[in-house]
């Protein structure tokens, strides 16, 4: 559990969390560019996500696709209920 908080323990990693919830599937690049920060710092993030178990790569020829773990979808329930509050 410790690793899966510390791998969300980020503002950028939070966004990252909850735009790969709406966009299945999405890059690196599309990430980095809706977010509107750098690609270097977007993908040490997706990095950090992917190694806490949050996040899952997919590989797509070229292509290298990002989706939410099983442990990722709980935490972006948790986000999101936790910003209700």
Same mark, same amino acid.
């Not at 950028?12 to 990430?31: Q, S, W, Y």
């Given at each position: ?11 950028? *990693? &939070? !966004? &990252?969390?909850?735009? /790969?919830?709406? *966009?299945? #599937? @999405? +890059?690196?690049? !599309? &990430?980095? !560019? &809706? ?5 270097? +710092? @977007?993908? $040490?993030? +997706?990095?950090?996500? /992917? $190694? ?5 790569? *997919?590989? !797509? ?5 990002? @989706?939410?773990?099983?442990? #990722? *979808?709980?935490? /972006? ?9």
């Amino acid at each position: 559990m410790q690793r899966h908080f510390k791998g969300m323990a980020n503002h950028h *990693r &939070i !966004e &990252i969390l909850l735009l /790969v919830d709406r *966009r299945a #599937g @999405i +890059t690196v690049f !599309e &990430i980095a !560019e &809706i977010l509107g920060a750098n690609f270097k +710092t @977007i993908s $040490q993030h +997706t990095k950090y996500l /992917v $190694q806490a178990g949050l996040m899952q790569k *997919r590989y !797509e020829g070229r292509k290298v696709a990002h @989706i939410l773990s099983p442990y #990722g *979808r709980l935490f /972006v329930r948790f986000i999101k209920q936790f910003r209700q509050i």
